[in-house]
T-cell receptor
């Protein structure tokens, strides 16, 4: 049962343009969401997070938007750079429900074309 | 400040052998998590431990898999009598004290297990 879904396995974007990565979830108990970036042969690296009490969080070129009613979040990267090419994982947590673990999506491979 | 360390990075075992994967959390972190990533899939939670305690093992297969986090030394994920389906990347993560679910988890580089 995949509670966090990333329906686009891959995305290609021209350098300098905006990259939008999408994520949907099914569990209404999720109250904390994170994005991780992963390079080949490395572990995931934390990128940005958002609590369910917010609908937007921004950190430099990265912005995460949360739409609770649609159970949808997105990561915007602008401007995209070739070094952003990696697999991006969306993750969610149900902390208030006492959950200890993160639920991950299957990832979206972003390729930024120079 | 060293990050999460995992070793070995690559481990090859024949069917029926045992696999031991080690994880040293970041300095100051007392929460350890193990995740497994099968090919073309996302990471799947296995177990959450604090020092000398298993807090949540709801993601662990019922047989052959065990985990520990002793008072001294790294956390160990042990897989007995490995089968081909155990071939995967195993990631360890750690988080600081406090409320683990609201802290980002810091991941190690993973151990890639191949079962022949």
């Amino acid at each position: 049962d995949q509670q966090v879904k990333q329906n686009s396995p891959s995305l290609s974007v021209q350098e300098g343009r905006i990259s939008i990565l999408n994520c949907d979830y099914t569990n209404s108990m999720f109250d904390y969401f994170l994005w991780y970036k992963k390079y080949p042969a490395e572990g995931p690296t934390f990128l940005i997070s958002i609590s369910s009490i917010k609908d937007k969080n921004e950190d430099g070129r990265f912005t995460v938007f949360l739409n609770k009613s649609a159970k949808h979040l997105s990561l915007h990267i602008v401007p995209s750079q070739p070094g952003d090419s990696a697999v991006y994982f969306c993750a969610a947590s149900a902390g208030l429900a006492g959950a200890n673990n993160l639920f991950f999506g299957t990832g979206t491979r972003l390729t930024v074309i120079p | 400040n060293a990050g999460v360390m995992q070793n070995p990075r690559h481990l090859v075992r024949r069917r029926g052998q045992e696999a031991r994967l080690r994880c040293s959390p970041m300095k100051g972190h007392s929460h350890v998590y193990w995740y497994r990533q099968l090919p073309e899939e996302g990471l799947k939670f296995m177990v959450y431990l604090q020092k000398e305690n298993i807090i949540d093992e709801s993601g662990m297969p019922k047989e052959r898999f065990s985990a520990e986090f002793p008072k001294e030394g790294p956390s160990i994920l042990r897989i007995q009598q490995v089968v081909r389906g155990d071939s995967a990347a195993y990631f360890c993560a750690s988080s600081p004290t406090g409320t683990p679910s609201y802290n980002e988890q810091f991941f190690g580089p993973g151990t890639r297990l191949t079962v022949l």
